[in-house]
């Protein structure tokens, strides 16, 4: 590699730049979680008590997400549980913002909370699998860096563009950052 580059980022193989670059640009266009209460309360007119209630949901569905995308990523492969997470991910978001009520928005939200995680542990097994051992506490650093770098830019610029495009932008943006992350998967990774 380039001898400009810090010793930290060099020796890493390719596949796991584009895993890293998918991890930041799927964090860097996180805009409805951070705001998801705004929108319930606002857009939508829910209650603070019922948003809460709606967000409890989201959190069901997430902690099923991680044991059932482990479970996806030894049975069906990193790469097609990554894919097929982000997709459905994606899609969700789009759905989300067009369904209204109650009931539809919370079922809506225990399927994304279900899927929007499950990409998590198909990524740490990519990188185990990409990364010699003695390179792995450097490569789950990395990608530590790039989730929280990522959620940063997210939550800076989300509310930026809230206050000057309103939240329909922000859910095609989200969605197309998580749709972003699964197409390099399937092409690079």
């Not at 097929?84 to 209204?100: D, G, I, K, N, Y």
């Not at 939200?109 to 051992?133: H, I, Q």
């Not at 610029?157 to 206050?163: F, K, Q, R, T």
């Amino acid at each position: 590699m380039n001898r400009a580059l810090p010793r930290q980022l060099q020796g890493l193989p390719r596949p796991f730049w584009w895993l890293w670059l998918g991890n930041l640009i799927n964090r860097a266009g996180t805009f409805i979680e951070p705001f998801f209460v705004l929108y319930l309360t606002g857009p939508r007119h829910i209650s603070i008590t019922t948003a809460g209630l709606v967000l409890a949901i989201w959190g069901v569905g997430s902690t099923l997400a991680q044991p059932l995308g482990g479970f996806c990523a030894d049975r069906f492969g990193r790469r097609a549980t990554l894919a097929a997470a982000l997709a459905t991910t994606a899609a969700l978001l789009l759905l989300l913002s067009a369904v209204r009520g109650l009931v539809p928005i919370s079922i809506t939200v225990f399927a994304l909370g279900l899927v929007a995680d499950m990409y998590r542990p198909a990524v740490n097994a990519a990188v185990t699998d990409l990364v010699p051992e003695h390179d792995r506490v450097r490569a789950f650093a990395l990608q530590f860096w790039a989730i929280n770098l990522g959620f940063s830019l997210a939550a800076s610029s989300a509310g930026i563009l809230l206050h000057h495009v309103g939240f329909s932008p922000l859910f095609i943006l989200d969605a197309a950052t998580t749709l972003t992350f699964g197409l390099l998967t399937l092409r690079f990774v």
